[in-house]
């Protein structure tokens, strides 16, 4: 039976929310051939990795339904993040435990009798991990040596962009101008000189708060390439 990122997110995670599906694309709706479970995996793990190899997100309604969304569809927050204009906080977090000093990627081809042939492999080096840590990766189906370091390199940059988050708390609940909350799978600039920092990131979650010295609003902004869909492979498991 096949199943994709909708029917997976349903199935197990019907006990608990209900699973509204925002995506009609081809390629998001394509059947998961392959996921290697670890013991220490949680269900949100899983789902936030499968979707994103597909291009897709998980976020939650303000009815606290699942909803299954394509990502880089991200509108404009309508206001930047400004180091000394309504920026209260800014903290950054760059999590390792899922980097690589190398990505083997193994795979086969066929030889000139049509048959598949294993032995065919792809090394892509990560230098911003010192130690020797590596992850070995095998792709299904019949590959060229480009397709392999295709998508090797594209677990090096995903993986690197996850890794990678900053939490900002502003004033207030709405972006200065905007009649709208500040809401999550939005884009937004952020802009700061004490850091060192002027790009453009995506808003992925929200918490609004309240007490006696007002209201503030705490974002994750994390890197758009975070969400960059798995490369294509003839016939591939990744």
Known sequence: TQVNISRLATEISSPFVQVLQDITELAINSPIYEYSLQNDT????????????????FLTDAYGNLVVTQAFRWAHAGANLVDGKNILS?????????????????GQSKNSLGELDSGLSATIKDTSVPRDRPKIITVEGNQNALDLYTVGGWELSTRNA???QYTVKVQGWYPEGSAKRWQINTTVDLISQTMDIRKSLVVSDVELSQDASGTTTTMVLREPGAYAPAPTVPEGTI
């Open 162 to 164: 996850r890794a990678k």
């Open 42 to 57: 949680t269900v949100f793990e899983v789902l936030n990795e499968i979707a994103s190899r597909k291009g897709a997100m």
């Open 90 to 106: 800014l903290s950054e977090k760059w999590d390792v435990k899922k980097l690589f000093s190398e990505y083997i990627v193994k």
